[in-house]
Structure formats: structure tokens, C-alpha cells
């Protein structure tokens, strides 16, 4: 990704995330700090076969999370951290 291109203005600062197309739902892109970011796949883990299985950043901002199951996940690694998903999120 070219990070001065301004649809990526929001990978420019810690904790800042784009959606982008790829995998199989799309790709969460988190910027950790300067020089790590992570990409995880939208496809929820828990019956990643639903039509509306397809996480999304919170609101907050904080975590993300499944609307369709309610599991929520960790941008740290992708982990369950509520809901009934056990599996981590795809991680690339």
C-alpha cells in the first residue's frame, strides 16, 4: 500500500485502520505503530459460511466485531474476545 496516497491517510497514525478488498470478505488493515501494522480477514470464524458473516471495526474503534454473531475480536491477534467465535480472525 502506498501510505501517501490520501485514501490511506488513516494508516498515517497509531491505532488507525483501513478496509480494503482481498481475502475472502476483505482485509482489515491496523497500524500498531511506525513500523508494524497487522491485516487480519473480515470473514468472521464462526460459521464463516453465513451470508452475513463479515466483521467490521467497532464503532469505537477499539476491537472488531461480527454484527451477525456478536463475537467481537482484538486488533492485538486477532483473538475472540466476546462472543461465541473461539477461532482467531485469518491473519496475513
Known sequence: LNL?????????????????SGGVRGIIIYRVNSSTYKAYERNCS????????????????????????????SFDDGNPSGGPAWRPLVGY
Not at 488513516?10 to 478496509?19: A, H, T
Not at 459460511?49 to 451477525?68: K, Q, R, Y
Request: aromatic share 12%; charged share 15%; glycine share 8%.
Open 4 to 20: 501517501n496516497l490520501p485514501e490511506y491517510i488513516s494508516l498515517r497514525s497509531d491505532g488507525g485502520y483501513k478496509e480494503i
Open 46 to 73: 464462526f460459521q464463516p459460511n453465513e451470508a452475513c458473516a463479515t466483521v467490521n471495526v467497532h464503532s469505537s474503534g477499539l476491537f472488531m466485531n461480527d454484527p451477525c454473531c456478536g463475537s467481537n475480536f
